[in-house]
């Protein structure tokens, strides 16, 4: 009698023998002795076999006869136990020594894998092997590739694959993990080595949690080698584009992907395999903390940065990412900062820059707040590897640069006036070692860590080497009398003995022509910005033929400024050709250095009252007593009270501009306007020489820019009101020798309870309005 238990029974012992040994029994010889469970049998056993092809991607065994039973491989020497896995080339056996009693594994070729070219493959890899002595890479005990088929014998891992184990694990234990691969792959890469296939269940964890690497089949060092190879997601994007060489960072990528995946249980890239290659390229993953909000960000930042699209932008070793990690380990603040960083807040900024717009727009919010909101926003966009002005963080690393830097320019000054001034250096050979030699070594070295993506240091050696330049060059020409002046010469900005006219120009020119390329080369604002300074410095040297000296004499502020005006222009010109160009980091400066100038320009031309005279002769003198000690004062005073109005409306212009650039240009102006326009005043006061009634107008005026900060809705114009606020009742008390007179102190406190009371009025009105 059939039942269904005896069927069960028969195709559970098929299985469980397919299963372990990898062969097919007999369904005639299981049913010998109940012929009548043939049928039946055979129907489970097809359907068994269907199935495992459809998930193995072998082909089932023939319907209605004997299956074609897959025998285990017999290797000289050894017992074969069981089949333990599979390759892309080979597959792996468990095996027992039968002269020294020890397991082993075995990998051999697949069948339909042992043409010449594959089998080179296998046996390059297990050269590759061969050449490690490290616990965490698998030995080689025996190659056998004349035998059928080429085998290689290696050590037996007892243990589980990565992948299946890292989930349990605590996120300290796989970062420990994580800093061992790393070590074997370094030692792997000091031979020669890029493994160039790795992932999860190419490593295995021993009973201990000790990792071991298998697998080095697509191992190689050529860096055309290795292209379209590999697993999915697990491949570097230089490793998708034959054009592009190969080499220990493509490895250093695929431990950010384990890493990752460690982390968040996935991998970081799915979909089918044109997604994949696509999200490779475009190198966008998901931060682990959106995933798993438990990840550290140390360990987030260390895997992220492993797998940076650029490879410049990597870890340029694995030892350095297995640094990194022992850092985590050890508590202690990680190098990692992956770029990806910067692009998602970048992404994520803009919406909220659009929305500050339609606040405005709307008039939800003022003025004066949407540009402190847009600074605030600006600030998360500041590139960390450009001046610590402008980074967002302060790294001791970062600070002891730019104080190199500083000392350095210190130190060159100093021997400058030891060399020229006091007389104290003889010959060339002290400038060249004290100030020639660090120059060529500082550019060399900025050089090359520039290639090497170390901009932040990089910048900060080419500042310091620009300091160095035109010092250095000044000794030059003196040693050497190269464009040296006669003494004597007339028109010189400094005595002949120290430094000619023409060896200023040709230095300040040499300086802010290579100050000038490294800034299009870096493209920061550091190097940009001392480029500005080292013009304005070329445009003074160039002036010093023209009768720089005697204005400097004569007190002729005005001749100067006239003569820089042009300067102060091609800022503007520059910063409006850059910013067209997309040149951010050189207009910014530009801008900023021509608003800066127009305020100094604009000062030096109205002292002693010159600005007037260049007016056609205007003058106040009419209204000013006959008794001053200075006749010029009026004027003077007026040219910078309206020069104030001027650096209000220029960047009021200029705030009404689109441009990011501008707007530190029109802050400066805005912020100096109110300043400028009180500022006169109160020293006209000061004098006491004018009318007392002049005592009160300041007083008014500085009381009129408090209340216009309402109106312009201006910060600056509060501060400024009251800081002359209160110098103008200083002054009124000082002038009439009211100090010891109570009655003005009680009129002021009078004057301060009656503002008190007119501001809870107002707000009184402004809460029932609302």
Not at 227 to 245: C, F, I, M, N, W
Not at 263 to 286: F, K, M, N, W
Not at 570 to 589: I, N
Not at 590 to 615: N, P, Q, T
Request: net charge negative.
């Amino acid at each position: 009698m059939t039942t269904t238990a005896d069927i069960e029974a028969l195709l559970a012992t098929f299985v469980e023998h397919h299963v372990v040994h990898g062969e097919r029994l007999d369904v005639r010889e299981l049913c010998a002795a109940r012929p009548d469970l043939l049928a039946p049998l055979q129907a489970l056993v097809d359907r068994y076999l269907s199935i495992s092809a459809t998930l193995d991607g072998e082909c089932p065994g023939g319907v209605g006869g004997p299956p074609a039973a897959t025998p285990l491989p017999s290797f000289d020497g050894f017992q074969t136990i069981e089949r333990i896995g599979a390759g892309g080339m080979g597959e792996v056996y468990k095996l027992r020594d039968l002269r020294l009693d020890r397991v082993v594994a075995a990998k051999v070729i697949r069948a339909e894998r042992r043409g010449l070219a594959h089998v080179e493959g296998f046996l390059a890899e297990a050269r590759a092997l061969a050449l490690f002595s490290d616990r965490r890479i698998v030995q080689v005990f025996d190659v056998r590739p004349a035998s059928d088929p080429p085998v290689i014998i290696m050590e037996f891992v007892d243990g589980f694959e990565l992948g299946r184990l890292g989930p349990s694990l605590e996120v300290a234990q796989r970062a420990r993990v994580m800093a061992e691969v790393c070590d074997a792959i370094e030692h792997a890469h000091a031979l020669g080595l890029q493994h160039r296939d790795l992932k999860p269940s190419n490593i295995m964890l021993d009973a201990r949690l000790s990792p071991r690497i298998l697998d080095f089949g697509l191992s190689a060092s050529d860096p055309g080698h290795g292209h379209l190879k590999g697993t999915l997601p697990y491949v570097a994007p230089e490793q998708l584009d034959p054009s592009r060489a190969i080499d220990e960072r493509t490895d250093v990528y695929a431990l950010g992907v384990i890493l990752y995946e460690l982390l968040c249980g996935r991998a970081p890239y799915s979909g089918t395999d044109g997604e994949i290659i696509a999200q490779i390229v475009d190198g966008h993953p998901r931060l682990p903390v959106e995933i798993d909000a438990s990840v550290p960000e140390a360990v987030q930042a260390i895997a992220l940065t492993a797998m940076e699209r650029d490879p410049a932008l990597r870890y340029q070793s694995a030892q350095e990412m297995a640094a990194d990690l022992r850092r985590y380990l050890s508590g202690r603040p990680v190098l990692a900062r992956p770029s990806i960083y910067l692009q998602t807040l970048g992404a994520r900024v803009r919406p909220h820059l659009d929305q500050i717009g339609e606040w405005l727009r709307l008039r939800l919010i003022y003025p004066h707040e949407a540009d402190r909101l847009h600074a605030a926003y600006r600030t998360l966009d500041a590139r960390e590897d450009d001046w610590i002005v402008g980074s967002r963080a302060l790294s001791y690393s970062r600070i002891a640069l730019y104080l190199g830097a500083f000392l350095l320019l210190c130190g060159s000054l100093f021997y400058f006036f030891a060399a020229r001034v006091y007389e104290q250096v003889d010959g060339l050979a002290g400038p060249v070692v004290v100030l020639g030699l660090p120059f060529v070594g500082l550019n060399a070295a900025a050089h090359l860590l520039y290639r090497r993506d170390r901009k932040a240091v990089a910048v900060a050696f080419y500042l310091a080497a620009v300091t160095l330049l035109p010092l250095f060059l000044l000794i030059l020409f003196d040693e050497t009398g190269f464009l040296g002046a006669v003494p004597g010469t007339p028109g010189q900005l400094f005595d002949t003995d120290v430094v000619s006219n023409r060896q200023l120009q040709v230095t300040t020119f040499v300086a802010s022509a290579w100050c000038g390329l490294l800034a299009f080369r870096t493209r920061t604002v550091a190097l940009s910005t001392v480029f500005n300074v080292l013009a304005l410095l070329l445009a003074l040297a160039a002036l010093a033929d023209v009768g720089l000296r005697a204005w400097l004499e004569e007190g002729r502020w005005d001749r100067l400024a006239l003569h820089l005006f042009p300067l102060a222009f091609a800022y503007g010109v520059m910063g409006a050709v850059s910013e067209r160009a997309g040149h951010a980091w050189m207009a910014q400066p530009a801008y900023l250095g021509g608003a800066l100038l127009l305020v100094v320009l604009l000062e030096m031309l109205a002292l002693h009252g010159r600005a007037f005279e260049h007016l056609g002769g205007l003058t106040l003198n009419a209204l000013q007593p006959g008794n001053v000690s200075d006749p010029a004062l009026l004027d003077t005073i007026a040219a910078m009270t309206i020069n104030g109005a001027i650096f209000y409306a220029v960047g009021a212009l200029l705030h009404r501009q689109p441009s990011e650039a501008v707007r530190p240009a029109a802050h400066l102006l805005l912020g100096v306007a109110p300043f400028a326009l009180l500022h006169p005043l109160g020293y006209l006061v000061r004098t006491t020489e004018y009318s007392p009634r002049f005592d009160w107008v300041y007083l008014a005026f500085a009381l009129g820019v408090v209340l216009l900060s309402h109106r312009r809705q201006r910060r600056s114009f509060y501060y400024a009101g009251l800081l002359n606020v209160g110098l103008a009742l200083y002054w009124i008390a000082a002038g009439r020798e009211w100090f010891e007179w109570p009655a003005w102190a009680v009129a002021i406190v009078a004057a301060g309870l009656a503002a008190l009371a007119a501001g809870f009025a107002l707000d009184c009105r402004e809460r029932t309005r609302r």
